[in-house]
């Protein structure tokens, strides 16, 4: 039987030294569990590349052969967490991806405008602050190795949970919708933080323990208020989701039978907006709940 194994991978400019990777070893050690925190600067900050610290994880997993590993990935490595788990299928049991750095080149060229990363890539160097605050030569290795040898959006096979802050404004919080909506092995959940996440360590906890099937004797968090509204959000987003795949069901016939219809749906869906003052149209709620232009609906589907 597979010794289950678990990790935390750091950001970039970030080390095994991590805030939130220290925070939550803590709250591991109080399980009786080991959270590995390896360092992934490989072979080094300044010549970092996503391969070579793909490499430590090659490096790590070589320490303890026949492990499962349950990883836990922050920002960058929360796009290595996936990365390595589509790589080494066989090494990864399941993966917890916070604010995942997707879509890494085309992402950093927004972040730092197409100029300054065309000055990069003449110079061969860039300036960013190390995880000491230390402003640091960082080669350009690492945006290329990025074009080059990986892909923007990782699609390994396991369970996958996301959790994003929805204010994060270094990552943003679309690209984990698009890949929870993309990938059926995949589950989001948003959180009111930033990219650090540093104010929801408590609840990211209590998500993982969850997820990696940890809470002794099937204990199961504490029913709180946020983990509420993202349970009844998901059961609206499921049941949107089979009334757009059964259009033979009628409205009318919803209407007779139970006293509702897709069009009270994006009724009650316009109103939630505007009782938290957010622009939203008629039509564009219709769209939200059929996933398609009304009209476009009543031209395919309505008899």
Not at 8 to 27: D, V
Not at 179 to 200: C, I
Not at 240 to 255: F, G
């Amino acid at each position: 039987m597979s010794t289950l194994r678990y990790a935390y991978l750091h950001g970039f400019a970030s080390s095994s030294r991590s805030r939130k990777g220290l925070l939550l070893a803590e709250r591991f050690a109080a399980r009786g569990l080991r959270l590995e925190l390896p360092d992934l600067n490989r072979p080094s900050f300044d010549r970092l590349t996503l391969s070579g610290a793909l490499q430590a994880l090659d490096a790590l997993h070589a320490q303890a052969p026949g492990a499962r590993w349950r990883l836990i990935g922050s920002s960058m490595g929360g796009y290595l967490a996936l990365r390595w788990a589509e790589l080494r299928p066989e090494a990864v049991e399941r993966v917890v991806a916070l604010c995942p750095g997707l879509d890494m080149p085309s992402r950093w060229a927004q972040l730092l405008g197409a100029e300054a990363v065309d000055v990069w890539q003449r110079t061969g160097a860039h300036t960013f602050p190390d995880a000491t605050g230390v402003p640091t030569a960082v080669a350009f290795d690492l945006l290329d190795d990025a074009r080059r040898n990986h892909p923007p959006v990782p699609h390994p096979s396991q369970p996958v949970l996301l959790i994003h802050g929805c204010e994060d404004a270094t990552v943003p919080i679309d690209l984990s919708r698009a890949y929870a909506a993309q990938h059926p092995n995949a589950r989001l959940v948003e959180l009111t933080d930033d990219h650090q996440l540093l104010a929801s360590v408590e609840r990211i906890a209590a998500l993982v323990f969850d997820f990696f099937h940890l809470n002794p004797s099937g204990e199961r968090p504490p029913m709180d208020d946020a983990t509420r509204t993202e349970l009844e959000a998901a059961a609206f987003r499921r049941l949107r989701d089979h009334l757009r795949e059964h259009t033979e069901v009628q409205n009318i016939d919803l209407m007779n039978l139970a006293g509702f219809c897709r069009n009270c749906l994006a009724k009650w869906y316009l109103a939630a907006a505007e009782e938290r003052g957010l622009d939203l149209s008629s039509d564009q709620a219709r769209e939200i709940v059929y996933g398609m232009p009304y009209a476009e609906w009543k031209a395919k589907h309505q008899r």
